[in-house]
């Protein structure tokens, strides 16, 4: 099976890169497009072959849904070609083909159904049904889209942050999955007919029949409702619906591609849903909000809010602290902080994560609740696979459904996968999750935390435009949904599962040291999905994963794709939202660079804002720029060159203090001149006062010469001394030591 990444842009022949047959399971890694597969055997397809009977072989059909199936034939065919005619490029998996076919079969079914169309042959084989078919608007496209993610995950007190930003980020992605789940089972389908999930939005794929859009404003509107309810305006969902032609979805079927018909469908969908954002609460929610006596607007404790989301709508309790301080919380946000808890003592593989939907309120254990159809809830706990098998042996529907994160789970009914990515380094604390505190404590020189925020680039046009082909005459013919739902599959499993792989590797590379580490990364996936991430962790462990995650993300992707990153550094008790804020700020200023594909990294700086010539973000490289430049040439020559302690004797490095890097820092960004020569005077001042003694060792003489050389070079060219000043900045970091009471 060939990479569909190998279309993007422009496809060239003889570069093309495949796959070798690989199962989603963690132990046969990630799946990376190689330039040079060899011919595949049976023996392959053997392998596979009996991982797939196997698993068939322990689904019960009585109790199970078909979703138990979907996640079996995703393990095994994901990268075995759905086509073996030579004709044809092979980049569509037979998993993709067989669940797309699976939710237009349905589609269509339901679509005759509800016209009373019962010969199918006279309806869908002769040349006049095919073509009414293929002309009538029989399909609808969907998306939803939650507004307010931010404000609800980062607008936060910092007391148990950790716990709670990841709980919250988790507690998203749950509601968004059974949301799309409870519109689909309302509708008699499955999770085939969900196109795409993650990043706050999700693409159904739909008959469009009167009770499809019936159902779709019943969701829309009981869904809000739910929303307004527990958390005012913070959190808002939109849907919008676009009928679309068996032509479109082939983008011109067999008469031919002369246009992006697909395209601009999507088009048409995001237009709908922008103009549906703007005229929010419109439809029947809009005067109950409006008035006052309404039980949406009452307050439960007047007087008092909660102290991590500041609402007063729902009921508070005091909840005491670690510290013996006691804390007015919603029973929300204590929910949210206790499943951050559990979330942190249950990563793979110590335990798997099961989570139960139930429309019993649980009364022993922690529980959160999420919306369901005709203003119904329903409620969510983390369990245990042998609770929940015990439960549904018991009573088949005593749970809506269960989902298994991260694991693909035969055996268990209802259970649905879900990948998520949800790494986090295990705790040395008692409570067994950790916290900012911690992480900031794993650092290497001074003690700080980092935040990693990065998105992939250009992500919007490349599923609208990016599969077209320039260079040939029907630049449209790779147009299709399947291969629109194979790349956001391939996106999504890096960013939810592959993720996790990458950072729970027992070895790694730390390209700030040049060595090689064999522990545990200290990091944390906040959020990982859809085409961005929110990773927190120990600055220098951040660093690392940034320049790995972006390697990899490259090499996944057949360099075709790449992502802009911003990466902050702060006190473990710096405001999450000014973490969340200031790191945005970052990634946008690498994103303000032509063509993207950068990174900015620690922090805006004040003593330049007011320039016109300088931005407010000084360390911002393309990737290559940072890899090589910064880190591979300025950083590893000052780590080779220079020691903070005097071991001028048996290393042979030259031995300096902090103050002599901060000068160097000083004269380096300094300005004085508007060609900067005044400063290179001062500079090769302090160089020369750095000269071993005459009887100094040979390697000590010959070390500071060629430090002095390079230093000076750098310093006179724009490019490599924006470059030196970073690594001195690293540097700096690596080494520094944090005194007791110093918070700058």
Known sequence: MQAVFNLIGGRKKGDERSYRPLTLRDEDGIAYPLANVPMLTQADYARLEQYLRSNLARINYELESPNSLLKVLESVASYVPS?????????ISLFDHLKLTAALAACMYQYLDARRVTDYRDAMFTEKGRQEFRTCQSFLLVS???????????????????????????????????????????????????????????????????????????????????????????????MAAVPVTA????????????????????????NELNLGKIRRYSSGLLP????????????????????????????????????????????????????????GRRVKPNLPLIVSVQ??????????????????????????????????????????????????????????????????????????HVDFEELAGDSTGIKRMAVLRADVDNLGKIFARGLEQPDEKDKYRYLSLSRSATLSRQ??????????LICGSERHHSYLTGKEIAAPRSLVIVYSG??????????????????????????????????????GFFREGFPISQMAALTARLEEAAKELDGKDAIALFGLDRSIRECEDTPEVRHVFKWNEFIRGVLGEKLGYLNDRL???????????????????????????????????????????????????????????????????????WAGNEKDRRELVTAINLFVYQHRKTKEGDDR
């Open 83 to 91: 086509s073996t005619y030579q004709r044809e490029i092979p980049d």
């Open 491 to 500: 996106l999504s499993l890096f960013f939810k599962k592959h993720i996790n």
């Open 643 to 713: 020691a903070v302690e005097k071991e001028i004797e048996t290393s042979g490095r030259l031995a300096v203090g902090m103050g002599v890097m901060y000068r160097w820092l000083i004269l380096l960004n300094r300005r004085a001149a508007p060609d900067g020569r005044s400063n290179l005077a001062r500079l090769a001042y302090h160089l020369a006062r750095m000269e071993p003694t005459a009887g100094a060792r040979g390697d000590v003489q010959d070390s500071y010469r060629e430090l002095h050389r390079r230093v000076y070079e």
């Open 144 to 238: 939803a889209d939650i507004s307010g993610i931010q404000d609800f995950i980062y607008t936060i007190s910092s007391r148990g942050a950790l716990k709670s930003l990841r709980a919250r980020s988790f507690y998203l992605e749950l509601i968004l999955e059974h949301m799309a789940d409870e519109i689909l089972s309302a509708l008699d389908l499955t999770r085939a007919n969900l196109l795409y999930s993650g990043g706050g939005h999700f693409y159904l794929l739909l008959p469009n029949t009167k009770r499809v859009v019936e159902v779709l404003k019943e969701a829309h509107r009981d869904f809000n409702h739910w929303l307004y309810r527990l958390y005012s305006t913070t959190l808002y969902l939109e």
């Open 530 to 567: 859809g085409d961005d991430l929110f990773i927190v962790g120990a600055w220098n462990e951040v660093v690392d994963f940034a320049v790995e995650l972006y390697q990899a993300f490259t090499r996944f992707t057949c360099e075709r794709l790449h992502f802009s990153a911003g990466i």
């Open 247 to 270: 032509n479109v979805l082939t983008n011109g079927g067999p008469e031919g591609h002369s246009s992006n018909l697909l395209g601009d469908a999507y088009q048409t969908l995001a």
């Open 359 to 432: 429309e019993k309120r649980p009364s022993d254990r922690v529980y959160l609740e999420v919306p369901c159809l005709e203003e119904k809830v329903a409620y969510i706990c983390i369990t245990t696979q042998k609770e929940a098998e015990e439960t549904l042996k018991a009573d088949k529907k005593a749970y809506r459904r269960v989902y298994s994160i991260n694991d693909l789970m035969t055996g268990l009914a209802y259970s649905t996968n879900l990948w998520m990515g949800h790494y986090s380094k295990p705790s040395s604390q008692e409570a067994g």
């Open 288 to 343: 109950e909000i409006m008035d006052t006596e309404s039980i949406m607007k009452s307050d439960m404790d007047a007087g008092r809010e909660c102290g991590i989301c500041r609402t007063s709508s729902i009921e508070l309790v005091d909840d005491v602290l670690d510290t013996g301080e006691v804390q007015v919380i919603c029973r929300n946000c204590k929910s949210l902080r206790d499943i951050g808890g559990q979330l």
